[in-house]
């Protein structure tokens, strides 16, 4: 059975029919004859596709059986997401911040892993909260301090659930430019250099920096976030714009990152040097 209509639908179920929707299109298989194998009208198969419904793992193993998808455990994995009813800590926040906010926290949760390439600011999981603050302080548009304060508690919630011991891996790349930034001035500036550094402690984050001596390369000036799924077919990648936060998950877009990020790690100093680096900024501020 189809589940009730959401208000918005969550990032995993767009994800769901988003792969449904490859599925079909590489299977060329239309959307009357997806309808038929659900016993549904064709319209319901559109909605589906668009996350708009829901959809029971059942049905997904149906379709993809009908598409003839022969990679079962990414099958399994989209039956899995279809079937997760996880109602998460990002929900208390629907409605007081963006939707594209919501999404991220939804991705971070379920992620097997996160990687992340910042050039004007460290990862949102790894900002401080004075830090954090004066970002948002600095927006483009400006925000009241109702809906600043909002926003920053969500972010420090997104940071407890990531930088907690045991949770999954966590790689932050970034540049030099970033860490030398004084986003509300000196004092807060050094005390999110020593927060990095404290983080950088977890065994399950690791935390490597781009010198400017390392000139310039492919994707440099592109801020990355790399979530990886249960099989590589479902990673995401998102980047910041200034309508929000974009997300890209084709075939061709996922391999161009992942290239994108090896040479930024390879571009890198080593976990010790890059340490020495931000200490030796902190002092410098």
Not at 142 to 148: A, D, F, H, N
Not at 158 to 170: D, I, K, V
Not at 221 to 245: F, I, N
Request: charged share 25%.
């Amino acid at each position: 059975m189809l589940g009730p209509m959401p208000p918005t639908p969550s990032a995993r179920r767009k994800r769901v029919g988003i792969e449904l929707r490859k599925m079909r299109d590489a299977a060329g298989v239309t959307t009357a004859e997806a309808a038929v194998v659900l016993g549904l009208a064709r319209t319901k198969v559109t909605l589906i596709e668009q996350g708009i419904y829901a959809v029971t793992p059942e049905r997904v193993l149906a379709l993809a059986h009908k598409y003839e998808e022969s990679d079962t455990t990414y099958v399994e994995a989209i039956a899995t997401m279809a079937g997760d009813k996880t109602k998460g800590w990002w929900e208390e926040y629907r409605g007081s911040v963006p939707v594209g906010f919501l999404d991220i926290c939804e991705f971070e949760y379920h992620a097997m892993g996160m990687r992340s390439y910042q050039v004007c600011h460290p990862p949102g999981p790894m900002q401080s909260e004075r830090y954090c603050r004066a970002i948002f302080q600095d927006s483009q548009v400006k925000l009241t301090p109702r809906v600043v304060e909002t926003r920053v508690e969500n972010r420090m919630r997104r940071s407890e659930t990531l930088m907690t011991e045991g949770a999954q891996p966590y790689t932050a790349i970034v540049h030099e430019a970033a860490l030398r930034m004084q986003f509300g001035g000196r004092d807060v500036a050094r005390e999110q250099l020593e927060w990095m550094l404290e983080l950088s402690e977890l065994p399950h984050v690791t935390l490597r920096a781009v010198s400017f001596a390392s000139g310039g390369f492919k994707g440099s000036g592109q801020a990355v976030y790399y979530a990886s799924g249960r099989v590589p077919r479902l990673d995401t990648v998102m980047y910041d714009s200034v309508d929000g936060p974009i997300f890209l998950d084709s075939t061709e877009h996922l391999e161009r990152y992942r290239s994108i990020i090896e040479q930024m790690t390879d571009r890198s100093l080593s976990v010790e040097g890059s340490r020495d680096l931000i200490a030796k900024i902190k002092k410098e501020i």
